[in-house]
């Protein structure tokens, strides 16, 4: 091991705690502080991350990198995997010139702020130029990681959230799944039987109990972590000290008790990722899909499967003094898997959740191909949605001005949610396949082994290969829609 | 405004972040972690503070220094009062060789977690190599930082609590006090008329309701504070985002009670601090005993008096359904002014608490000059103890083991508990000459006008003005004890 390379690794090391500290702080700025804090906050973020950003991409580590890569094959393979991940976060930092950087902070910010006041009056006249600006800008941005990372525009930014992938990649696996989606979504829809509706009171501080109580049976640590409440359901923290949050409607208890278990599917991820490489790059999450297809894992693959309603009937009963026919396991699965052509997409369901990914999917990359422009953008949003889940939204507060993502500039980030469900599905084939009557286990609410062939299988690769590599050595063949098609015929079609 | 000023307000900027950052973690650390988060955020924390550590002794902050201080003419009073405190933490900070700061912090950290043990089982053999270890490299810090500052080893520590003062003037405020105070303990501990027990159950919701009505009535914003339960109250955060804590016995609602006034004392000093110099180091408190002064000036002052206790009687009736004979405002003042031969500093009342800063004053000042060794502390304790309040500890918990202050190498911190209680009663004496009928606001529980003169005569001025300076400008005649020693003839004599 060379002296460039732990002198790397020092480096990281610094970055990885001052980014902790950040997490923690986003926590507290989330779920504790007054109002009156925000200013403050805000500048002690941007110090924090400014001085992240200035060790990154310092010339001292730009020479570190190339010196370490000359002795390279004197490393371990973490070792190697390390100085990759190095590498290409140096490199994507270093891809934009600094006031570019500087002008999508306040284009971003910007057009957050307008966001936020536009999208409940349907307004989507008044967000228009800062959305121009942003996407201007983001043009720039994809222009400049493009020719750094070798890589088309649009593939330079999904490359931020899933290293590796491109959209030749993403086409061979949505296009199929838009084409057979619409049809599939109308026959479930046919046949679909109505659920009886949950009614009932489910008071916070026992939603919570609840809550914590699965989390424990799910693997969760509470000595390394906790449960408060925030306004959107979030993951945070670090490995060591999880910072999970959920939001309680007291006349609806599935709602967040649904998000609870999908974060906790996070927090298993970033607990499990390996404690030896905890502060440098190759020991943290890379792959936003892989992140995402453990919470679905959780969420989709168990939570609304039959065995674990079996299991939670009677601890909805405990806790809420709920029961009947409504609280049975029949109807309680009805529910869970209930199909329905929604405009929301954090509403949306299994069936349809694709196809509100493949809408946006679509219109990003036509807007940073220069082939959409902003102005046009709800009545392609309509259409697409027209063509796709077979309705249009009667206003852009239930179209186009529906998500946070595009005004802060996260485009490529939407791919990941459908990827990540495609690798959940087939992982959890795997697992099946891997452990003797999981489905008993589950029923009984006994969710060690799952957890366990979780972390040895996914999280304690953390960023070490490439989400294809690791799909392929977890369950076999490489990544494809084939798992979730089954997944989805067999639990929606029978 | 030279461009070397302008660069250096930058830089301190950048550190009030950091500084503001590592404050919500402190916080964060004692309220909210999970235990098993500990490691990670030791090192979250200490790499804050390596970061802001570089950031001050850096040889470029060190050139801005001399240049700014060459075009010294041009700034404004209060950017030069910036500059002046900018030079002193710098001449601090560099004072010390990197190496005897890292050992100073193994050999407190070391030190500090014996000391957790030792204590509970009243054993100073075992902590006697650690202390003395501390001791040692403190007496280097001492003379290191004597030579950078020009001024006595003891006082050069002195000045990283209350700069300025010296060893000189704390005689002249002590010995008076020493002289004095055993005699006087004698003569109320014969007159003092022996409370009713003050009985209840306080459940802790309770008093934290309680407490949140006596800190907005106080002045303490909510939208830029929290409230919250740790296992030693303290006041933390930054001035827009405050956040004190509390520690609760059901079975006692006055010590919980006493602990919040305090803190929202030094509350209101932080929140009170000029908005526009926040993140300067003119704009922060660098005064321990001013600080200290502003707690005790409202836990022992205001809250202590008999119109306090008038007022807050009914809202005890009211929160925890007490009343009879106990509860009269006779007794409670009875209570609230009670006097004893304590072996505990943290437990002791107005009259003792100077005999046990006294105590350590001259106990330290001993170590410190060489003429007193670790080996012997004990001894000289129990001597002290012995001739200032006339008790013997039976063991060491209870007697030199009682503090962590010296474990944890902070040497020359204890006088400003003492100058801080003087500097109240100084103070207060002012407030009520400037303010008309003051006794009677605080019967209402109206402490707007108090809080304003607080405000203008001690809080805006921030670290502008030096500490004799500012209690001149604020009260007329320079320090001295005179009003302290008024106050407790008056309050306890009578």
């Known amino acids: 091991m060379s002296e460039a390379y732990r002198a790397l690794e020092a480096r990281f090391a610094r970055m990885s705690h001052i980014g902790g500290a950040l997490s923690i702080l986003q926590w507290d700025h989330q779920v504790m502080m007054p109002p009156g804090g925000s200013p403050v906050r805000a500048e002690q973020m941007a110090t924090l991350r400014q001085i992240a ?9 730009g020479e570190l990198l190339e010196q370490a890569g000359q002795e390279n ?96 990649a993403i086409d061979v696996l949505f296009e199929p799944l ?110 936003f899909a892989l992140h995402e297809s453990q919470s679905l894992l959780v969420e989709m693959q168990i939570c609304r499967s039959r065995p674990f309603l079996a299991y939670l009937a009677p601890l ?65 949003w309509n259409e697409g949605m027209c063509e796709l889940l077979g309705i249009v939204p009667p206003d852009d507060r239930r179209g186009v001005l529906q998500d946070i993502h595009w005004p802060r500039g996260a485009f490529g980030y939407f791919p990941c949610y459908l990827v990540g469900a495609l690798l959940a599905a087939q992982l959890f084939d795997a697992a099946i396949v891997a452990i003797p009557r999981l489905w008993q286990s589950i029923r009984r609410g006994d969710f060690g082994e799952l957890t366990d062939w979780l972390r040895k299988n996914v999280h304690a690769y953390a960023s070490s290969l490439e989400t294809t ?10 990544l494809s829609i084939n798992a979730f098609l089954d997944h989805i015929r067999t639990r929606y079609a029978n």
């Open 73 to 168: 094959g004197q490393l371990e393979p973490w070792q190697a995997a390390n100085l990759r991940e190095m590498r290409r976060s140096h490199r994507r930092a270093t891809a934009m010139p600094t006031d570019l950087v500087a002008a999508l902070v306040r284009a971003t910010t910007a057009a957050e702020m307008i966001w936020r006041e536009a999208r409940p009056r349907s307004d989507f006249a008044m967000l228009r130029p800062a959305l121009e600006e942003v996407v201007r800008l983001t043009r720039e941005e994809a222009a400049a990681k493009a020719e750094a990372l070798g890589r088309a525009p649009y593939d330079a930014l999904l490359d931020g959230y899933e290293p590796g992938i491109g959209t030749a």
């Open 316 to 380: 909805l009963a405990e806790s809420f003094g709920v029961g009947g026919a409504a609280y049975s396991v029949d109807n309680l699965y009805r529910q869970a898997i209930r199909v329905e052509r929604g405009l929301i997409r954090v509403d949306a369901d299994e069936v349809t959740y694709p196809l509100h990914i493949v809408l946006r999917y679509r219109l990003e990359k036509a807007l940073l191909a220069g082939e959409l422009e902003v102005a046009d953008l709800p009545a392609a």
């Open 178 to 287: 838009a084409a057979f989606l619409p049809d599939f979504l109308e026959q479930v829809l046919a046949h679909q039987v109505e659920p009886l509706p949950l009614e009932g009171h489910f008071p916070a501080a026992q939603q919570k109990v609840l809550g914590e109580r699965l989390m424990r049976a799910l693997g969760f640590d509470f000595a390394n972590g906790r449960l408060d409440e925030s306004l959107h359901p979030f993951c945070g923290g670090v490995p060591d000290d999880i910072r999970m949050t959920a939001r309680y409607d007291e006349a609806d208890a599935a709602t967040g008790l649904m998000a609870v278990l999908h974060e906790t599917g996070h927090a298993l991820y970033n607990a499990g990722l390996p404690k030896e490489w905890r502060h440098q790059p190759v020991g943290k999450p890379r792959s």
């Open 469 to 478: 590599e690791l799909i392929r050595r977890a369950t076999g063949p490489p």
């Open 53 to 61: 950003h200035e060790l990154l991409t310092s010339a001292e580590t």
